[in-house]
């Protein structure tokens, strides 16, 4: 049968289906079925990659620096390296064919983790963090209806919390080898962790699905329900030619600046708080191995405040108010953390700006973007733009300020939680007042508006409505 045959094929079948209802018992075992393909190796991959680009904060307190002979302020360049490739390639990676990328892109992760275990002496480490660069959570709008991602993409952001938990437990059983084959404890860290990602990025190219209208894994019947499922709420299963007119419109849009704003001050949060809890636990008296397994339990914490925030979020269609939330939870955690008298109640400090820095990440993405290349160019702006604040973080919780316990690097941080805030609020009143002015208007079923180019407009249309 020829590809056009199929193609009219496949639009019959979605028409027929987009006449029935579309939360019948086989449509919840069709997202079920997504979810077993997708969910378990994205959120692994994740949890891989967060480790791999974590864990050299782990090594840093076995010895890194101080058998690298890297001065400190050279450590912290190290650390932002990564953030540059990762600026530099976000962009274009939201168009690249998710099956081949994803991948490809852990399993280079893999291989550089292996390299930071064998490198000899600075420049090596300069040059290999450089290579750590991005992957995009752009798949999950193209299976996923919008009201049904949040709690899947707070799954995969969960990842990142619990690798920062794995990496603790790990880095202490792996800080043993330190003397075995000729290597010090933080090389083993970097070679094993290393040799796991590559592993299970091998595999990930039988498992990770390429785009939805092409996925292989479903059959004919289940491709065209979804894809008329996603036609119902958003434009996924629309195949939108690239044109650069929907550049522009991401380019010129105020949310999608406002978004990537937003994601820059939780940034330089989440990163410099990932990179250097354990230097800032053993800062606390703890000694290294101690400060090791001291980083489980507020990562753990961080993992459930993620999923039961955004279950509460599902539950009352909120957004907004939860990132707020998140802010001032980790604000809380941080003047605990300036404030206190005693180790032990910084620590509890420790706790609260963990669950609310990695709460406050878990949310709004790409929800309120319509158009796929603008929705593609937005998250990549949020994600690049976001991780300059990263950049900034890494570089300000400089050494020099740790003999006060980062006194200063914690007063910057709830600068940029407060600047977060602000941003947040900023989105949920705008977008709340234009969704009763658009209400407004389809109630008056002007001509103008209802006869609008939708595809051209996207989420500009006046029928479409911002998860606030």
């Given amino acids: 049968m020829s590809n056009s045959s199929n193609e009219k094929q496949q639009l019959a079948s979605e028409s027929q289906i987009a006449l029935e209802p579309i939360d019948l018992p086989e449509d919840r075992a069709l997202v079920r079925k997504v979810d077993l393909r997708l969910i378990p190796i994205l959120t692994l991959l994740y949890l891989l990659s967060f480790l791999d680009r974590t864990n050299v904060g782990n090594a ?3 010895g890194l620096t101080t058998d690298l002979h890297v001065a400190a302020p050279q450590y912290n360049t190290a650390l932002a390296l990564y953030f540059v490739a990762y600026v530099l390639f976000e962009v274009p990676a939201n168009r690249f064919d998710p099956q081949f990328w994803l991948p490809t892109l852990t399993l280079v992760w893999g291989v550089v983790s292996i390299c930071q275990g064998l490198v000899k002496n600075q420049a090596g480490l300069f040059g290999i963090r450089f290579w750590l660069f991005p992957g995009v959570v752009y798949l999950f709008s193209v299976y996923y209806r919008r009201h049904e991602r949040s709690w899947r993409v707070a799954i995969f952001f969960g990842g990142a919390a619990l690798a920062g938990a794995f990496g603790g437990i790990l880095a202490f059983a792996i800080g043993k080898m330190d003397g075995v084959g000729g290597k010090k404890g933080w090389q083993w860290i970097f070679i094993l962790e290393g040799v796991i990602t590559v592993v299970i990025s091998l595999l990930a190219y039988f498992i990770v699905p390429t785009w939805s209208h092409r996925a292989t894994f479903l059959t004919e019947e289940e491709r065209a329900r979804l894809l008329a499922r996603l036609k119902t709420d958003s434009d996924a299963a629309r195949k939108e030619k690239f044109e650069w007119f929907f550049v522009a419109q991401a380019l010129k849009d105020h949310l999608v600046w406002a978004y990537a704003l937003l994601f820059h001050g939780f940034a330089f949060v989440l990163y410099s708080l990932s990179l250097f809890l354990p230097t800032i636990i053993a800062g606390l008296g703890f000694a290294s191995w101690q400060a090791q397994l001291m980083t489980v339990p507020p990562n753990v914490l961080a993992s459930l405040s993620i999923w039961f925030t955004v279950w509460l979020s599902s539950r009352y269609n909120l957004r907004a108010p939860f990132i707020i939330g998140s802010a001032f939870v980790a604000i809380i955690g941080y003047v605990i953390l300036l404030a206190a008298p005693s ?4 620590y509890a400090g420790v706790h609260f700006a963990a669950a609310g820095v990695y709460t406050g990440n878990a949310f709004w993405p790409g929800e309120n973007v319509s158009g796929q290349t603008k929705r593609a160019v937005a998250v990549a702006m949020q994600i690049t733009i976001g991780d300059i604040g990263a950049i900034a973080g890494v570089l300000i919780y400089r050494p020099e300020f740790s003999g006060d316990g980062f006194r200063k690097p914690h007063i910057i941080a709830i600068g940029y939680l407060v600047f977060g805030a602000t941003v947040a609020t900023y989105l949920w009143v705008w977008m709340s ?7 407004q ?9 209802i006869d609008e180019d939708e595809q051209r407009l996207g989420d500009r249309s006046i029928l479409y409505r911002y998860v606030v």
């Fill in 343 to 346: 180790p032990g109640a910084q």
């Fill in 433 to 439: 007042r234009e969704n009763k002015r658009r209400e």
């Fill in 441 to 449: 208007l389809a109630a008056s079923r002007d001509k103008e508006y």
């Fill in 60 to 62: 840093k307190i076995l």
